[in-house]
């Protein structure tokens, strides 16, 4: 009796229209009221090869609306209460390696979390990771870009950092090193760094490069670099990660206004909610691409996301197209407030 479906998904979109439903919700028959239409389950079933013993297994979920919670081979191994933010789930001790394996998520879409449509099921990315004991964090490499003023004249110093994790129960001595690649495809700079992971922990490495008379990133000629993160254990490579980013600046002036690399630019921009006509919050990849287009085509330099973190492939269509983002979230609480 189970359906077939394709990851990302979003039941509520095909749910019938209902007046007694929210009209910001899409006048769609989910959430309060409707509790025969608000608990969806998903299963796969897939084999892990016994060469996969002694690495780490995770299942990483880039979004689900709403609270769901998730079993490997009947066991419990977590549960996420957010619509938006992704989440990652250590599944190495319930993995069968060398045979079959069963996920099943159970997704409630019973309660909301916004005033606008929100979908409901596993609408964005599902990933099987396998990792070394010894590997990069996740969201573990961050680079960013600085000149000695805001405008951006002569080197670009490129600043460079990535956190290991470390599940051995002894320290690792690890060597973390970082290629720059520009956007014809040669390399710019490179440099290392090493340190101790300890036993079951973390650590931070840092390094910083000059890229001298670098190519921009703007709206007009996103001129992308390429980040290429080495981690080796010992002499022997463990983790290796490519991470696209753009070299610029930008400032606010009382009296010039906004400055993307030094000069006045005139932002023209929509605000968007994450859902697209005909399938709801479930968004294909090669739609992101397309949506940001459609906006540049009409004269759009400027995007800003409503209410909540945007999809991973909706920020790569903008660095790679050419479009700037405002992301907006909320805080909620005593303290609530905006920040941009």
């Known amino acids: 009796s189970w359906r077939r479906v394709d990851l ?28 025969r239409n ?19 297994i995770w299942l990483e979920f880039d979004g689900a609306f709403r609270d769901y919670t998730v079993f490997v081979n009947g066991w419990f191994v977590g549960r996420h209460a957010s619509g938006y933010y992704g989440v990652r789930f ?4 319930v993995a069968n390696c060398g045979g079959s394996n069963v996920v099943a998520v159970r997704v409630d879409a019973s309660h909301t979390e916004g005033w606008f449509y929100e979908g409901a099921g596993i609408y964005r990315h599902v990933w099987l990771v396998k990792t070394s004991p010894i590997a990069i964090e996740p969201d573990g490499v961050f680079v960013h870009s600085t000149f000695k003023t805001a405008v951006p004249t002569g080197p670009a110093t490129i600043h460079l950092e990535t956190a290991i994790a470390n599940s051995f129960k002894t320290d690792r001595n690890v060597k973390v090193s970082w290629s720059i690649v520009a956007p014809d495809g040669k390399e710019v700079a490179s440099t290392y760094a090493r340190g101790t992971v300890p036993d079951s922990g973390r650590i931070s490495l840092a390094s910083a490069v000059d890229v001298g008379t670098p190519g921009l990133w703007s709206p007009e000629s996103p ?20 991470t696209e980013f753009g070299i610029r600046t930008f400032a606010f002036d009382a009296d010039r206004g906004f400055l993307l690399n030094g000069q006045p630019y005139l932002i023209k ?16 990849d090669a739609l992101q691409y397309f949506r940001i287009r459609r906006l540049k085509e ?22 790679r197209l050419g479009m700037l983002v405002m992301d907006e979230c909320r805080l909620v609480g005593s303290d609530a407030r905006n920040i941009s």
């Open 8 to 35: 990302p998904h979003d039941w509520a979109i095909e749910m019938p229209f209902d007046s007694h439903t929210d009209a910001s919700h899409g006048y769609r028959a989910v959430g309060p009221g409707f509790p």
């Open 38 to 56: 608000n608990i969806g389950w998903y299963r796969k079933t897939f084999d892990l090869p016994a060469s996969d013993q002694g690495r780490r």
């Open 90 to 93: 250590d599944v190495t001790d």
């Open 223 to 242: 001129r992308l670099y390429k980040l290429i993160t080495t981690v080796a254990n010992d002499g022997t490579v463990v983790d290796r990660k490519e």
């Open 269 to 284: 921009g929509t605000c968007n909610h994450q859902d697209h006509a005909g399938v709801g919050a479930a968004l294909p």
């Open 298 to 319: 009409i004269g759009m330099n400027a995007y800003r996301t409503a209410h909540n973190p945007p999809t991973p492939e909706f920020l790569e269509a903008c660095d």
